[in-house]
């Protein structure tokens, strides 16, 4: 079965750093794309980066987190990161990693989210 | 960016009935590249539907997708209780893919 287990997520103050984790398993990790989905508190998903397959030269951001966040993988450890950078109060929100399709954006499988919670 | 949006916001049924879910988008999407995903609180959503009209596996047949260019619709036959959830459209056919703000399906 497709596994998808975000890690990382917590509490962090305006301007601070968070690096989130997804462990992934069940599947030939490296020949898919994946991606990074957040939902804020009583909101909608919103999609917020992707990451290609080998040999990585595609990493897309909404503009949202364009600048602050940075998407990465290890196809080795069959994991995918999300480094967050400058956070802000509207940056709160449940991390979903999602892995992706045939199509690039298409999202196939979800993790469960981890939640990030950003306040003075 | 393309703009989705759903309606309604929220949709009160009862199992047995058929309900109809629409999604319109502010431009064309590019090869049909639709999909809806079904959001249970505290559960990592699952894809029903991509290609707008194509059930991804496992999906069962009561839920269907159709539509293209700038309008599209998920209709679920037949109403489970396993079915009450938030449901998504999202388009891939460019980047930012975008979601719409959900519609709620809810036990009337």
């Known amino acids: 079965d497709v596994q998808l287990v975000e890690s990382g997520g917590g509490l962090v103050q305006p301007g601070g750093s968070l690096r989130l984790s997804c462990a992934t398993s069940?599947?030939?990790?490296?020949?898919?794309?994946m991606n990074w989905v957040r939902q804020a508190p009583g909101k909608g998903l919103e999609w917020i980066s992707y990451i290609n397959s080998h040999p990585f030269t595609t990493m897309l951001y909404a503009d949202s987190v364009k600048g602050r966040f940075t998407i990465s993988r290890d196809n080795a450890e069959s994991s995918l990161y999300l480094h967050m950078n400058s956070l802000r109060d509207e940056d709160t929100a449940v991390y979903f990693c999602a892995r992706g399709s045939m199509a690039r954006g298409l999202i196939s499988y979800w993790g469960q989210g981890t939640l990030v919670s950003v306040f003075s | 960016e393309n703009v989705l949006t759903q309606s309604p916001g929220t949709l009160s049924l009862s199992p047995g009935e058929r309900a109809t879910l629409s999604c319109r988008a502010s431009?064309?999407?590019?090869?049909?590249?639709l999909a809806w995903h079904q959001h249970k609180p505290g559960q990592a959503p699952r894809l029903l539907i991509y290609?707008?009209?194509t059930r991804a596996t496992g999906i069962p047949d009561r839920f269907s997708g159709s539509g293209s260019g700038t309008d599209f619709t998920l209709t679920i036959t037949r109403l489970e209780p396993e079915d009450f959830a938030v449901y998504y459209c999202?388009?891939?056919?460019?980047?930012?893919?975008?979601f719409g703000q959900g519609t709620k399906l809810e036990t009337k």
């Open positions: 290609g707008a009209s």
């Open positions: 069940g599947f030939d990790f490296s020949s898919y794309g």
């Open positions: 431009q064309t999407i590019s090869n049909n590249f």
């Open positions: 999202q388009q891939y056919g460019s980047s930012p893919y975008t």
